[in-house]
């Protein structure tokens, strides 16, 4: 039986003033929050655009929001939703696309578990295919930095999408359809069609362990494809040692703090790897053989930790490697613990969340808004949030919302240079979403 799994980045950090307000309340805030029923009073003053100012302003040169062309000499290694390390490329001239898997348990062939998406002995490890220019977003300055992936999504009706931005770009990447049957009565898959998967990817990445040491939050979304997609929220703290050993904390009532995996060590991708990383479930069959990627981007002199955990199924007696479904799969991201100020993370972000939907938040102070930015105008789509900054955990900021109830889920934001994680649980069921900085 088949079901659509439906149910599932331009890092620019800097303080806004009353024009970057007045932006964006003029292009998001008023459609989602209105559409949410709520009101948001904004201090749109001086001379700025929408300030009031009888004069006319002068014109300016628009500042783009994305490098003016890019190309394959250009990667960007990131993590997707699905579990995967990756390289994406774009030519913005030559208008084509390629995604090459670095690593994965994501089978190639429906109804088998090997060979994944990255084995390069069964085949090339590599999609690819032609881009088009998006032009459903708001503005052309936003249209100008998305693009169409032609042939990436299995779902004709959702495009899958790729947002470039200023050392980091986010959106999708080809999906997959998964079933497999199990063995010896154990790792059955349903079948399962996933029209695209999230990604976030830099330009530029850090991978000496002595300048990515230090205290983190973290959190994020995982699935068990063996366990009938069961989804799995990540709520923690990990403090990363220089050597690569690493702490982590569960945030959960009665959670431990232990060693999850090996010690990171540095990948041939530039990654940082921990083999053998535990999942938040146990292994299905077998012991625990997934492992954990953090892809740490540099963005504007920050650190931006994401990672990924790759999951682990093999159903053959010929092969050498053990028998066993350890393939929990997904996404997360870490900031570091320090706390942020209101105010210093204003602006508008862009990115895909768990439920695989294009998300577009606001920030203005204390008020957020989470929209569809392709249909901005849709009330079902809109959500309108409350930050507190209050920060009993450094750096973690928590949030309400605004038509909830006493029994309404608390959620966490995180942020670092330009890039936010936000968690929540929403009918009993963790959502995660992770967005870009755009303006």
Same mark, same amino acid.
Request: glycine share 14%.
């Given at each position: ?32 929050? +209105?559409?949410?029923? =709520? #009101? ?6 001086? /001379? !700025?655009? *929408?300030? $009031? ?11 783009? +929001?994305?490098?003016? =062309? #890019? ?6 290694? /990131? !993590?997707? *939703?699905? $579990? ?15 995604? =090459? ?339």
């Amino acid at each position: 039986m088949e079901r659509e799994a439906m149910q599932q980045h331009a890092a620019l950090r800097r303080p806004f003033d009353n024009r970057g307000v007045t932006r964006i309340a003029q292009r998001w805030l008023p459609r989602a929050l +209105l559409a949410a029923g =709520t #009101v948001l009073a904004l201090a749109a003053c001086g /001379g !700025g655009e *929408g300030g $009031g100012s009888s004069s006319a302003a002068p014109a300016s040169t628009v500042v783009r +929001l994305c490098p003016a =062309t #890019v190309n394959y000499s250009t990667p960007y290694l /990131g !993590g997707t *939703g699905s $579990g995967e390390l990756v390289k994406v490329q774009i030519d913005t001239k030559q208008m084509t696309w390629a995604v =090459t898997f670095l690593d994965s348990s994501v089978p190639r062939t429906t109804g088998t578990v090997q060979p994944t998406r990255s084995d390069t002995t069964s085949g090339s490890n590599m999609m690819s295919g032609t881009l088009t220019q998006e032009t459903g977003l708001p503005t052309d300055k936003l249209n100008q930095c998305a693009f169409r992936l032609n042939g990436a999504s299995l779902d004709p009706a959702r495009p899958a999408r790729l947002f470039l931005g200023e050392g980091v770009m986010g959106g999708t990447i080809p999906g997959a359809r998964i079933q497999f049957n199990g063995v010896a009565g154990a790792g059955a898959v349903p079948d399962t069609t996933f029209p695209y998967f999230q990604f976030i990817g830099f330009s530029q990445i850090e991978s000496d362990l002595t300048k990515v040491a230090g205290n983190y939050n973290g959190s994020g979304f995982h699935e068990v494809p063996s366990k009938g997609f069961q989804w799995v929220g990540q709520d923690y703290r990990m403090a990363l040692a220089a050597d690569g050993s690493f702490t982590v904390c569960d945030n959960a009532m009665g959670g431990t703090c232990r060693q999850k995996g090996n010690k990171f060590t540095v990948h041939a991708s530039g990654a940082l790897l921990s083999t053998n990383y535990e999942g938040e479930l146990p292994p299905t069959l077998g012991g625990t053989q997934g492992h954990a990627y953090l892809i740490v981007g540099k963005l504007r002199g920050a650190l931006v930790p994401v990672m990924i955990r790759v999951g682990y199924a093999n159903s053959s007696f010929t092969n050498l490697q053990p028998i066993g479904a350890d393939d929990e799969i997904g996404i997360g991201m870490m900031a570091p613990a320090v706390s942020t100020t209101q105010g210093a993370v204003n602006g508008e972000y862009i990115g895909v969340d768990s439920d695989f939907e294009y998300r577009t938040t606001a920030l203005v102070g204390q008020d957020a808004a989470m929209l569809d930015p392709f249909r901005a105008s849709d009330a079902t789509r809109a959500i309108a949030l409350k930050l507190d900054y209050s920060q009993t955990m450094p750096g973690v900021v928590t949030t309400l919302r605004k038509d909830g109830t006493a029994t309404t889920p608390v959620g966490k934001f995180m942020f670092t240079g330009g890039v936010f994680g936000c968690l929540e649980t929403r009918s009993g069921s963790p959502y995660f979403t992770i967005g870009a900085f755009v303006e």
